[in-house]
């Protein structure tokens, strides 16, 4: 099976943009998590979805957002970018359908710089 | 509220030894998840293990192992006769059962092995 992909892998922005990372989930898993890594911070939980719906928000202000679509790709998207929105965004997937943590496979990232 | 603590912030050790990378781990909830990530430095979290809150058997898988004790809440992974491919950041992560995959990670623990 093909790997959780993410796109695009590198991205450069300025200050006030905004920007759409998306991500592909491994065939056959309808919960993606979306995950922000920053040196000071280190992993933080963004949000999940699980058949479009979202199920789980972490403490990030309204300029995040997401969605998912019928076929489990997901999306995110970060409005008005700040520098301290530099980070790598990591999306996760698992086959999880009610919750109970089945382990998530990680994507290689999103590497997101602000200037 | 859930969280977990990797007091280790840097470990450096020679190849060949052995290594304990330390995890404690605070939830309310009697049932709850473990994980255990390594992120090389391609930057693409790789899961190791998953563990539930009633299963406290220790487990080896080659020169990995897990130990697991609810009376001190830690979930320590050790890695025996290290390599330096191991060289990379551990990281420890908690998830309460509920209807979501969200996870919460520790900050990280970086092994150096050195030639």
């Known amino acids: 099976k093909a790997g959780v992909t993410q796109t695009p892998r590198y991205l450069i922005k300025t200050r006030g943009q905004q920007v759409t990372l998306s991500c592909s989930p491994i065939?056959?898993?309808?919960?993606v998590s979306w995950y922000q890594q920053t040196p000071g911070q280190g992993l933080q939980f963004l949000f999940e979805y699980f058949s479009e719906t979202q199920r789980n928000k972490g403490n990030f202000p309204g300029r995040f957002s997401g969605r998912q679509f019928s076929n489990s790709r997901s999306e995110m998207n970060v409005s008005t970018l700040e520098l301290g929105d530099s980070a790598l965004y990591l999306c996760a997937s698992s086959q999880s359908e009610t919750g109970g943590s089945y382990e998530q496979y990680f994507g290689p990232g999103t590497r997101l710089t602000v200037t | 509220a859930q969280k977990v603590t990797q007091a280790q912030t840097e470990i450096s050790v020679v190849e060949k030894e052995d290594v304990t990378l330390d995890c404690v781990y605070e939830?309310?909830?009697?049932?709850?998840?473990l994980f255990w990530y390594k992120q090389p430095p391609s930057g693409e979290l790789v899961f190791l293990i998953r563990r539930n809150s009633f299963d406290e058997q220790n487990e080896i898988s080659g020169r990995y192992s897990w130990n697991f004790q609810k009376s001190t809440s830690s979930f320590n992974f050790t890695i025996t006769a290290s390599q330096v491919v191991d060289s990379a950041v551990y990281f420890c992560a908690l998830s309460e059962a509920r209807r979501d995959d969200k996870i919460i990670f520790g900050k990280g623990t970086r092994l150096h092995i050195l030639p």
């Open positions: 065939s056959g898993h309808r919960s």
């Open positions: 939830t309310r909830d009697t049932t709850y998840y």
